[in-house]
C-alpha cells in the first residue's frame, strides 16, 4: 500500500466510524417505482422522479430516434460544432414553458449554478445565499470570488441585513424548494425586498420545475412571480422532466452573457442532442398530463393523515419531498436498513449533506407511487421508528 492509499484508508475508516461513510448500490433494472437490488426487488422512495418520467415510454422513444438523427454525442462544445437544432428547440420551448425570454441549456444543474455564478459574480461583488442552498450554489458562489454571506434558513430580514452592507453586484441566491427539507423558500418576500434594494434574485428551481404552480412551472410562478421578479431560474432536467441536464431561464441579454461568459458551458462538450430531443418530449408531458401533479398531491395529503394517525413526525411541507427526521447518523443508517428489510429502499441523509445530529430519512414520492405502497410504507415507519 503507498503512503497515500495509508492515508486515505485511515480517513476512511474514521468515517465509517462514525457512520458517516458513503457507498453506491448498483440497481439492476429499470422498474421504477421498483428497485432491486441483489436480486432484492424493493419500493423506491428515493428518486426525484417527481413525475415518473424516467422510464416514460415516449421520451425513450424520443432519445432513439435523437440517436437515430444525431448519433451518441454532440463531438463538440457548443461554441465549436456541437450546437445543434435539437438544443435549439428545447431552449425555445423551455422559454416558453417558463416564460422567460430565452434559455441556455447546461450538461448539468450543478454546471448550470457555477456557470451562472462564475459569470455575473466576481472579485468585489456579492453573492447573498440561504444557509440551507444546495452544494452547487455554494460551490459556484466559491469559484465566483466574489464575497460569500449566507443568512440563516429562509429568514427574509437577515438576507435584507447581509443585502444592505453588501458591495459590488448583489446576488441574492435561493433555493425554490429546498432539497432535503422540502419547504419552499420565502419568494415573494425575498423578490419584493431584492427588488427594492436592486439586488438580483436568482433562484435554482430543481426540486419545484415541473412539480409546483400553473402546468408545472415551477416555485416562481407558483409564488405568482415572474421573470422580472426573479431575473435567474434556474432547472434541473434530470429531476421531475427524468433526463439529465440543466438550463437557465432568463432574459435574452443575460443568456447571451453566459455564452460569452459560462465557463461551465464554453469549455465543455454539448450534452447529445439525442438528449435535447428527449427532453422537449418530457417537457411537453410536463406540461400537459396534470395528473401527475394532483398524484403527487395526493400522496402527500395521505401520507401527512396516516403519519398523524400513528404519531409519525412530518413536516408542513407541501412537496413531494417529506423528510422524517432521525438526528443521530446510525439511528437513520439503521432505520433505513430496517425499512429494505420490510421492502422499502430509503436513505439515510447525514452530514455534511445535513447539519450535524439532524440525520433524517428523506421519503420522495412519484406520481407512480401507489396508495398501497404508500400504506405499507408508513406501517413499516411506524414499526422502525417505534410509534407502530
Ligand atoms: C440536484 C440539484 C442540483 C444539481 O442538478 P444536477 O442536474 O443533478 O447536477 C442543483 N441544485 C439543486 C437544488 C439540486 O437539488
Redesign the pocket.
Same mark, same amino acid.
Given at each position: 500500500m503507498s503512503g497515500l492509499d495509508r492515508d486515505l484508508s485511515t480517513d476512511l475508516e474514521a468515517s465509517e466510524r462514525r457512520n458517516l461513510r458513503r457507498r453506491r448500490v448498483a440497481r439492476e433494472t429499470a422498474r421504477f417505482p421498483h428497485i432491486d437490488i441483489e436480486g432484492k426487488r424493493r419500493v423506491n422512495f428515493a428518486a426525484n422522479d417527481y413525475l415518473g418520467l424516467a422510464g416514460d415510454d415516449r421520451v425513450a422513444e424520443a432519445l432513439s430516434r435523437g440517436v437515430s438523427r444525431w448519433g451518441a454525442g454532440a463531438g463538440a462544445a457548443h461554441l465549436l460544432s456541437g450546437h445543434t437544432q435539437a438544443h435549439e428547440a428545447f431552449e425555445e420551448a423551455l422559454a416558453n414553458y417558463l416564460g422567460t425570454e430565452a434559455a441556455l441549456l447546461f450538461s448539468?444543474?450543478?454546471m448550470a449554478?457555477l456557470g451562472v455564478l462564475g459569470a455575473l459574480a466576481g472579485r468585489g461583488d456579492t453573492i447573498i445565499a440561504d444557509r440551507l442552498n *444546495?452544494a452547487?450554489l455554494i460551490d459556484g458562489a466559491r469559484l465566483s470570488r466574489a464575497k460569500l454571506r449566507r443568512y440563516a434558513h429562509a429568514d427574509v430580514q437577515a438576507a435584507a441585513d447581509r443585502l444592505e452592507v453588501a458591495r459590488g453586484r448583489r446576488l441574492l441566491v435561493t /433555493?425554490g424548494v429546498f432539497?432535503m427539507d422540502g419547504d419552499v423558500a420565502p419568494l415573494g418576500a425575498l423578490a419584493e425586498m431584492s427588488n427594492d434594494a436592486g439586488a438580483v434574485l436568482m433562484v /435554482?428551481d430543481? *426540486?419545484g420545475f415541473g412539480v409546483l404552480g400553473e402546468r408545472g412551472r415551477g416555485s416562481v410562478a407558483a409564488a405568482g412571480l415572474d421573470a422580472c421578479d426573479v431575473p435567474v431560474q434556474v432547472v434541473?432536467l434530470?429531476?421531475a422532466l427524468g433526463v439529465s =441536464? =440543466?438550463a437557465v431561464g432568463a432574459s435574452r441579454a443575460l443568456i447571451d452573457t453566459l455564452v460569452q461568459r459560462a465557463r461551465t458551458w464554453i469549455y465543455t462538450t454539448a450534452q447529445p442532442p439525442a438528449l435535447a430531443e428527449a427532453m422537449t418530449q418530457a417537457l411537453a408531458i410536463a406540461g400537459e398530463e396534470e395528473w401527475r401533479r394532483t398524484r403527487l398531491r395526493e400522496l402527500v395529503a395521505r401520507f401527512h393523515a396516516l403519519a398523524d394517525a400513528r404519531g409519525l413526525p412530518h413536516t408542513a411541507c407541501q412537496t413531494p419531498i417529506q423528510p422524517v427526521m432521525v438526528g443521530a447518523s446510525d439511528a437513520a443508517l439503521w432505520a433505513s436498513r430496517q425499512l429494505f428489510e420490510r421492502g422499502f429502499y430509503v436513505p439515510a441523509i447525514r452530514p455534511p449533506t445535513v447539519p450535524a445530529g439532524k440525520a433524517r430519512l428523506r421519503l420522495s414520492f412519484s406520481a407512480l407511487h401507489t396508495d398501497q405502497q404508500l400504506d405499507a410504507l408508513v406501517e413499516a415507519l411506524g414499526e422502525v421508528l417505534g410509534n407502530g
Open positions: 448539468t444543474g450543478y449554478n *444546495h452547487s /433555493d432539497s /435554482d430543481a *426540486h434541473t434530470g429531476k =441536464g =440543466g
